[in-house]
């Protein structure tokens, strides 16, 4: 069965990779799966029909059959348990890759995202200018972290797995800001990340919504 997910009719990202739904099509893209994408408006978002799949009124969604998920990192996590690619055989080695997706989202990702909420949201407030330094210091700590544990591997633990693709999606979301080029063996990291053909699909995917939109 060929599940569909949801994403943004008009994403805020531009179409730079950075929307929710796209760790899930290059899961998807990875082991292989066909699938379905329903855009969603904003205010679709929020109507009754879509807060049934997502009860917080968000992308993406999950739908094979009977089965809804939301959260992006769960449904990476369901894709990666359904279908090989993404997760080792070996029962240990499985644990480790699914420690790497909660570290990733749960330990990685928060300051970064902190990060952007207040470049987007408080830049106005008079506390700005001596709160973003602490966030940025946050963000490095992680990094300084991170970048000691990887060591001039190629991956966090022996092969790409699951892992590797929600680390790399969340470094991802540094772009711009100048911290990432800091720690060149993260920078690499990424980079080889989106060499993947997987994430290449993935990622004309997601820009070609943004740039059918910008021509049509």
Same mark, same amino acid.
């Given at each position: 069965m060929v599940p569909t997910i949801t994403a943004f009719e008009q994403s805020p990202d531009r179409g730079q990779g950075l929307a929710r739904d796209m760790p899930v099509r290059w899961a998807l893209e990875e082991v292989g799966q066909p699938y379905n994408v329903r855009l969603v408006s904003f205010s679709a978002m929020k109507e009754t029909t879509h807060r049934a799949l997502h009860p917080f009124g968000q992308i993406p969604t999950y739908e094979e059959g009977d089965l809804a998920l939301f959260e992006s990192g769960a449904i990476v996590l369901h894709i990666a348990e359904r279908h090989a690619g993404l997760l080792p055989q070996d029962a240990n080695a499985r644990a480790r890759a699914i420690t790497w997706m909660f570290a990733a989202i749960a330990t990685v990702e928060p300051p970064i995202v902190q990060r952007e909420?207040?470049?987007? =949201? %408080?830049?106005?407030?008079?506390?700005?200018?001596?709160?973003?330094?602490?966030?940025?210091?946050?963000?490095?700590? +992680?990094?300084?972290?991170?970048s000691m544990r990887l060591g001039d591997?190629?991956?966090?633990?022996d092969v790409f797995s699951a892992g590797d693709l929600l680390m790399v999606q969340v470094l991802r979301r540094l772009?711009?800001?100048?911290? =990432? %080029?800091?720690y060149p063996t993260l920078a690499a990291y990424v980079a080889r990340g989106e060499a993947r053909p997987?994430?290449? +699909?993935?990622?004309?995917?997601?820009?070609?919504?943004?740039?059918?939109?910008a021509t049509g």
């Open positions: 909420a207040a470049m987007y =949201l %408080e830049r106005d407030k008079t506390w700005y200018e001596e709160r973003l330094p602490l966030i940025e210091d946050r963000i490095r700590s +992680r990094l300084d972290d991170l591997a190629d991956w966090l633990d772009g711009g800001s100048n911290i =990432l %080029e800091q997987a994430f290449k +699909r993935a990622f004309d995917a997601q820009l070609a919504v943004f740039t059918g939109q």
